[in-house]
Structure formats: C-alpha cells, structure tokens
C-alpha cells in the first residue's frame, strides 16, 4: 500500500509540473496628465485714494493673486509694470492727472512703490525706484507649483521729499499691467 502510494505520487507530481503555456503577451496601458496652470488676480474692489499728505509713507493693500501649475520642470515670472509712460519715464510707477482734457502734461505725476509679498513662503519683492517688479512664482511641492501673495501700493514718505502740497488738485490716476509668463 505504501508503495502504490508512492508510485501514484511519483505519477501525479510530473503531471503537474509539466504545465505548458499557450499563450504570453504583455498589454501596454498609457495615461497622461493635462497640463494645468492658473493664475487670478482679485482686485479689492474700487480701489480709490483721497490723496492728502496723510498719505506719505503710507502702504495700502490692492490684490490678492493666486497661482498653480502641477508642472515642477517649468519656471514663472511674474512682472508688474507702469501701464503708461509718465514725466517722470518709462517703467515708474505714478499716478498722473486727469483733469480737464484727460491728461495734462504741465502737472507732476506722484510716485508709488508696488510691493508683491508672498503668503506661501514669506518673501517680498519691491523696487524701491518706483520701478517695474519681477519675480519668480511658484513654490514647487513634489510636483506642482503653488503661491498666493498680496499686491501693495506704498507712497513715498516726507523723509523721500514727497509733498503732496506741491502737487495740482485734480483727478489722477494710475494703471499697473500684471504679466505671468513661463520659461
């Protein structure tokens, strides 16, 4: 008995190894990822200012921006500039009168600094020339590039020689171009 089982096992055991393959193929499956990226910009809504002298030195508050891509390889700038040239040149920020004709040449535009503080990672970006500013955006987190940041306006001080005194009465204003680009 013992050796019939033995003989049955010794049969059955190359029977079961002896499994062939009929068929072996590999299916290839693909999936892709759109590219995403936004930026918005909230502007506070009718941002006006009664210019006095109380006025110098002062910061105030005009937007809020926020951006995200979910691509770490790609680089953003973002770049604040003057929306039209003024006396005082190309690329500085200043608000200019308006009054009567819409535009008038013989008045003195007042200066402002833009400030771009980032509420991510606790940077600041200014020109202190009241000049165009530009910055990286995006703090990359694995694989996706996240910010959200404020937007300031900032007079200059009495200590800068800012006098809105010596400045004509009137309507002015002022008009900042915001640009988000990728490398």
Request: glycine share 8%.
């Given at each position: 008995?013992?050796?019939?089982?033995?003989?049955?096992?010794?049969?059955?055991?190359?029977t079961l190894s002896a499994q062939r393959n009929l068929f072996s193929e590999t299916i290839p499956l693909q999936g892709h990822i759109e590219l995403q990226e936004r930026f918005s910009l909230e502007v506070k809504p009718?941002?006006?200012?009664?210019?006095?002298?109380?006025?110098?030195?002062?910061?105030?508050?005009?937007?809020?921006?926020?951006?995200?891509?979910?691509?770490?390889?790609?680089?953003?700038?973002?770049?604040?500039?003057?929306?039209?040239?003024?006396?005082?040149?190309?690329?500085?920020?200043?608000?200019?009168?308006?009054?009567?004709?819409?535009?008038?040449?013989?008045?003195?535009?007042?200066?402002?600094?833009?400030?771009?503080?980032?509420?991510?990672?606790?940077?600041?970006?200014?020109?202190?020339?009241?000049?165009?500013?530009?910055?990286?955006?995006?703090?990359?987190?694995?694989?996706?590039?996240?910010?959200?940041?404020?937007?300031?306006?900032?007079?200059?001080?009495?200590?800068?020689?800012?006098?809105?005194?010596?400045?004509?009465?009137?309507?002015?204003?002022?008009?900042?171009?915001?640009?988000?680009?990728?490398?």
């Amino acid at each position: 008995m013992v050796l019939a089982c033995i003989v049955i096992g010794i049969l059955i055991v190359p029977t079961l190894s002896a499994q062939r393959n009929l068929f072996s193929e590999t299916i290839p499956l693909q999936g892709h990822i759109e590219l995403q990226e936004r930026f918005s910009l909230e502007v506070k809504p009718r941002v006006f200012f009664v210019l006095s002298q109380d006025m110098a030195g002062t910061t105030h508050e005009i937007a809020t921006y926020q951006f995200f891509s979910n691509s770490p390889e790609v680089a953003y700038q973002m770049r604040l500039s003057p929306g039209y040239v003024t006396q005082l040149g190309e690329g500085v920020f200043a608000f200019r009168n308006i009054s009567g004709t819409g535009g008038n040449s013989e008045t003195q535009p007042i200066p402002f600094k833009l400030s771009v503080v980032s509420q991510v990672h606790d940077s600041s970006s200014t020109n202190d020339a009241f000049r165009a500013v530009q910055k990286a955006i995006g703090l990359r987190d694995g694989s996706r590039s996240e910010e959200k940041g404020t937007i300031f306006v900032t007079f200059p001080s009495q200590s800068d020689g800012f006098n809105l005194q010596s400045f004509t009465f009137g309507t002015y204003e002022a008009s900042i171009a915001v640009e988000v680009s990728a490398d």
